[in-house]
């Protein structure tokens, strides 16, 4: 599982990704799991299976559902208390649930 976190400028979500990371099982430690800007999407989006928007750019949800839409790829929330509390676990149970 490849899954791309968006967030304004790639920075706070870093973290959120190492949270991610540790919370990760034993049978799901093969996913790749990283951090970009919302700019940066475009040039990258199509090598993703699922793509999780930070609160801060809820507002983008639709462009980045546009640019996922021709290769099939979901685009959540990522839940404003789990996102502040940087709890990996409860955001990796969103992506467990596709």
């Known amino acids: ?11 706070s ?11 990760l099982k034993e049978d799901e430690k093969d996913w790749f799991i990283e951090a970009k800007s919302s700019q940066e999407v475009k040039e990258c989006v199509g090598k993703y ?10 507002y983008q949800k639709k462009m ?3 640019l996922a839409a021709p290769y099939g790829i979901k685009v959540l929330d990522i839940d404003s208390v789990a996102y502040g509390t940087c709890n990996g676990d409860k955001i990796l149970d969103s992506v467990r649930s596709l």
């Open 13 to 23: 979500t870093s973290i959120l990704v190492e949270a991610m990371k540790s919370a």
């Open 64 to 66: 980045l559902e546009k």
């Open 49 to 58: 299976d699922v793509i999780l928007a930070a609160p801060q750019i809820r």
């Open 1 to 11: 599982m490849n899954i791309l976190l968006v967030c304004a400028c790639g920075a």
